[in-house]
């Protein structure tokens, strides 16, 4: 498996986009961080073509979105 970091994600965007490196860890940061309060404040957050995060009592729940499921194979294991 690939591990992927705040920092890869970071030189993708920077590499893809032409964006100096400090910029895009500031922006991958500042999207995360807004994805997190929001999932910790109950909300549902769908991302189209990756899936839906959603808070149930003391866990995060993720759905993956059809395409993602297609993606991977089909393979249906909801929240793991």
Known sequence: HMKITKSSLAKKL??????????AKKQVSQVLSA?????????KVMISGLGTF???????????????????????EGDK
């Open 54 to 76: 959603e808070r149930k009592g003391k866990h995060i729940g993720f759905m993956p979105s059809k395409k993602l499921k297609n993606l991977k194979g089909g393979n249906d």
């Open 35 to 43: 994805l997190a309060d929001r999932i910790t404040k109950c909300e």
């Open 14 to 23: 920077s590499s893809e986009e032409g964006v100096p490196e400090y910029i």
